[in-house]
C-alpha cells in the first residue's frame, strides 16, 4: 500500500492587488508563481495577482503569485 504524499503547506499572508491582506495556506507551488493563490490550480491562464509573504526567522519574506483572472474578481466581489 502507497501513502500518498501530503502536499506541504505553510501559513503566509496574501496581500492581493486589491482589497485587504488575508491568512492563508500555501502549497510550495504557490509562491514560485506556478499555481494559482486561490485554489492552487495549475492549469488555465494565470495573470500577477499581489504577493504572499512568509514568515522566516527574520523578516517575512515575499514571492510574486499568480491566479486566474476569475478567481481574482471572485475575491475582489466577495470584499467589497
Ligand atoms: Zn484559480
Known amino acids: ?3 500518498p504524499p501530503t502536499p506541504v503547506r505553510t501559513a503566509a ?3 492581493p492587488l486589491r482589497g485587504t491582506p488575508i491568512q492563508i495556506s500555501v502549497t ?3 509562491p514560485h508563481g506556478r ?3 486561490h ?3 495549475e492549469s488555465g491562464a494565470l495573470v500577477p495577482a499581489g ?11 515575499g514571492w510574486p503569485v499568480v491566479a486566474h483572472p476569475q478567481c481574482i474578481e471572485e475575491t475582489a ?3 467589497h
Do not use: F
Open 1 to 3: 500500500m502507497v501513502i
Open 13 to 15: 499572508e496574501y496581500r
Open 28 to 30: 510550495s507551488e504557490q
Open 35 to 37: 499555481a494559482c493563490i
Open 39 to 41: 485554489d492552487a490550480e
Open 51 to 61: 504577493h504572499v509573504y512568509t514568515p522566516t526567522s527574520g523578516s517575512p519574506l
Open 77 to 79: 466581489h466577495v470584499e
